[in-house]
Nanobody
Framework: QVQLTESGGGMVQAGDSLRLSCAVS????????WGWFRQAPGKEREFVGG????????TFADSVKGRFTISRDNAKNTAYLQLNSLKPEDTAVYYC?????????????????WGQGTQVTVSS
């Protein structure tokens, strides 16, 4: 059984930074991509960014490009989402997801496993 465990959310002020972590345990895969999504109250889950098995392959939503970065540690089966220059509109529950594809997919349908979500709240 595959389990994704997230950590690192919290309450911060605008302009602050946070780092989210997501570790996979249980069955692991030789090749997989990570995705990060978020969902604000009353809104649909949206793609934030992702990193392919080749860590040089990254893509981000326009709303976070230049402020958020993603990295992965394959030895630890862990992905990280660094959130910089946070804005109140970044407030949401953030989810990590794992896809058995080697490349990043923007649709939630492309992901096989999901973390439990972690709350990020940014005050102005």
């Amino acid at each position: 059984q595959v389990q994704l465990t997230e950590s690192g959310g919290g309450m911060v002020q605008a302009g602050d930074s946070l780092r989210l972590s997501c570790a996979v345990s249980g069955r692991t895969f030789n090749i997989f991509a990570w995705g990060w999504f978020r969902q604000a109250p009353g809104k649909e889950r949206e793609f934030v960014g992702g990193i392919g098995f080749n860590a040089n392959s990254q893509t981000f939503a326009d709303s976070v490009k230049g402020r958020f970065t993603i990295s992965r540690d394959n030895a630890k089966n862990t992905a990280y989402l660094q959130l910089n220059s946070l804005k109140p509109e970044d407030t949401a529950v953030y989810y990590c997801a794992l896809s058995r594809a080697s490349f990043v997919l923007r649709s939630p349908d492309g992901y096989d496993y999901w973390g439990q979500g972690t709350q990020v709240t940014v005050s102005s």
